[in-house]
């Protein structure tokens, strides 16, 4: 079982930035797969980045250009650095994790969820 726990989300205005952060109770380098997923009011939790243990990035469109995920095995975490924030971005986000060898975008392969931390952008 592996326990996630997310921080830094808040108020913003457009334009602003935020960094979010997730925390595993596990060796990160241990995980094959991790990103971030958000899900604003009323509408399906989407797919915003993923990070495999051998590199691979994906973005989904929304997020590329503006949104920079890293990790730190040595802290066990995760990060998210979202510049450039959009009222549309506004939406609860979730650090996500799956141990074995697939990685996506789908929340359908997702085998770990953190409780999620709150991002509000105003115009």
């Known amino acids: 079982q592996v326990q996630l726990v997310e921080s830094g989300g808040g108020s913003v205005q457009a334009g602003g930035s935020l960094r979010l952060s997730c925390v595993a109770s596990t060796d990160t380098s241990s995980i094959y797969c991790m990103g971030w997923f958000r899900q604003a009011p009323g509408k399906e939790r989407e797919g915003v980045v993923y990070?495999?243990?051998?590199?691979?990035?994906r973005y989904a469109e929304s997020a590329k250009g503006r949104f920079t995920i890293s990790q730190d095995n040595a802290k066990n975490s995760l990060y998210l650095q979202m510049n450039g924030l959009k009222p549309e971005d506004t939406a609860k986000y979730y650090c996500a994790a799956k141990m074995s060898r697939s990685c996506s975008l789908n929340s359908d392969i997702i085998e770990y969820w953190g409780q999620g931390t709150q991002v509000t952008v105003s115009s």
């Open positions: 990070m495999t243990s051998g590199g691979t990035i």
